[in-house]
């Protein structure tokens, strides 16, 4: 049995010429030349900027992109979720850091089997009771965990409130013999998609500062953290060069998305990451003069973040409007002919993460050749 | 090997007393009994109205639902999708509709095979090209198509442009000895949620002069469809009275969602259906007074409904935004004080259909004890 519906579906085009025209749509497609050189430019701005990078797996929920990460320098990945960091153990790849909080008893059950599995493994904690059913747990268990201590930066998403706090919590850490206090996380969440690079760098310098004094109280007082992580796409150039970080939570370079392509990510108006994700729809039904119906709607992208963005197979200047689960519409400029029924439509994703997670698989292709089909390990591993 | 992620976690509590409480979160969950009181409620109505039922399986992607439904007296289930007619005949669903064309080589080719697997298969088709395609493949397959003429209400996604062009596609099916001239079909998508009963029954009543006048040409020209199917939940109890439709399309009522709950349905201010697809979440972090973070994001619900109700675990008056990809933020009434880490939150999806295809199967409760997991067998087949 093949592991993924696309692998049925599509394993017989793996290297035929011209395989991606005839795909089964909706489709996910990632370009795997663009993916590389994303990765590589990452890998190497890390390098330079004498930083770790600890991706996000939240972006790709693949144990063939962590792969190539780490290979290019990384570190591990981090996961949001217990389930992602479970799909990514089961596939081998280590050094993972789960980003949120793990609170309830039957993660914490599950916790403990994958730090059993993954004894590098690390996870976020913001609580004190939290960090008691943790050092229960993993002494229950024969285990040593690894704990991140969690800060808000300010947003009230997670993390400790106060440097006070911070302290408290990562004492209480330190003095468990059953865990282990690995640092702290500092995720900006809603800063990474701030458009100018001078607003976003500006707000970014403000709460990095208040992030140092947190890392000086704490060395001060015998708990330097091992590791400072957060940062994102949006951001990695600011935070390395501020230089409190010694790890960035980079996700969307990978595959770049809408929202980050209107970004000035570098402060240079440049664009360091192509849009190495994909989606190629198809038009099927086209009745009306000046626009045509296709294949994907609701159910084939995260609609959140508005419209894709279509980057092939129409005329410039088409338009798009989700019509349904399961349908758009494109909409032709005056006096322009669109495509007929049967042709290929192809998309950007507005927001790369959440669009990912409704798939099975990438369709990895080299120009318009099927080349590879990768599972999407994590897909709907929310929990 | 267990079928599913769900089954793999959960599988032990089934039957459990209280055990919906120990779900990792967030979890789909499916009240049985209000479940069977919807498929039963539906079915009475159409009974009474003499009219057949054909639910839309776009909404369930669920053999197990399939199943109960046309044990009730459905005639089967619609299909969006041709992957999702594949999962229900891979389940042995018969009496399929699937409701969009079908136009790719590949798709068509799929078509055949599963045409031969269950011959009572119906398509929809709205262009002459896709018509001529589908009487090729079906000759060259060796089997007898049934199509439905798909007639445009006036939304413009799929559906023959005019009353000439359908009696023109019902000519070409008649003409084809590979193919059957099964009937037509004719969705108000759009009219499905307008909240008022009185406006949506004027819109309604109006496309439905439309309809019948077509379905009146067809019939003086010996082409009188055998069905005439449509509608949905919004529009049920209008479509039965007008008595042009041989068989409803209804999807939502089995599970209800808040786009639903706060239409009008029936004319009369009642709810007939009730709220049986539930979400669970977690409280994951709780520092911030007057708010918390639960396990719940744009991954684990549609979001372009909006927000959704909180049903459960939480001060009355408390308000829920999204906060990324795998959190929301509760904020509870000025000097309410809420749930903390670890509490269970029940949220009602915004809007069913996108929601449920995020999810790998359905927690079947009765009262708070997990009774089933039931796979989302058609999740992600969107094509």
């Known amino acids: 049995m093949h592991p993924t519906d696309s692998h049925r579906l599509h394993a017989h085009l793996i290297g035929r010429q011209g395989s991606r025209g005839l795909l089964n749509t909706p489709a996910l497609v990632l370009d795997l030349e663009m993916l590389e050189r994303n990765i590589a430019a990452m890998a190497a701005f890390a390098r330079d900027s004498r ?139 809603r800063h990474q998609h701030i458009e100018s690079y001078a607003e976003r760098k500006t707000e970014i310098t403000e709460r990095t500062a208040y992030l140092k004094g947190i890392v000086e109280q704490l060395t001060a007082g015998g708990l330097k953290p091992a590791i400072v992580t957060g940062g994102g796409t949006g951001t990695h150039a600011i935070d390395a060069a501020l230089g409190v970080f010694t790890e960035l939570q980079v996700g969307s370079y990978v595959f770049m998305d809408h929202q980050y392509n209107i970004c000035d990510l570098r402060g240079d108006g440049g664009l360091p990451f192509e849009q190495a994700l994909q989606i190629d729809a198809r038009v099927v039904s086209a009745n009306t003069p000046g626009m045509a119906t296709i294949d994907s709607g609701l159910k084939s992208m995260a609609t959140e973040a508005g419209a894709p963005p279509i980057l092939a197979g129409v005329p410039e200047g088409t338009s798009f409007r989700f019509a349904g689960d399961e349908h758009a519409r494109i909409t032709f400029p005056e006096g322009a002919s669109g495509p007929g029924i049967d042709a290929v439509v192809t998309l950007v994703p507005p927001h790369c993460d959440p669009t990912v997670n409704l798939y099975d698989a990438y369709h990895v292709v080299k120009g318009h050749t099927l080349v590879e089909i990768w599972p999407i390990a994590g897909r709907g591993r929310s929990r």
């Open 51 to 189: 930083i770790g990078l600890r991706p996000h797996s939240k972006t790709h929920k693949s144990p063939e992109i962590a792969r190539r990460q780490i290979a290019a320098g990384a570190r591990g990945n981090c996961c949001a979720k217990l389930g992602e960091a479970e799909a990514m153990v089961d596939a081998g790849i280590g050094g993972l850091l789960i980003t949120s909080p793990v609170v309830s008893a039957p993660g914490i059950e599950r916790l403990m089997a994958l730090v059993a599995r993954s004894p590098d493994l690390m996870v976020t904690a913001d609580h004190p009771d939290n960090v008691a059913a943790l050092a229960r747990a993993a002494a229950t268990a024969g285990v040593v965990l690894s704990v991140v201590v969690d800060i808000d930066p300010g947003m009230h998403r997670t993390g400790v409130a106060s440097p006070e706090a911070t302290v408290a919590l990562a004492q209480q850490i330190a003095a468990q013999p059953s865990l282990r206090f690995a640092g702290v996380q500092f995720y900006c969440g």
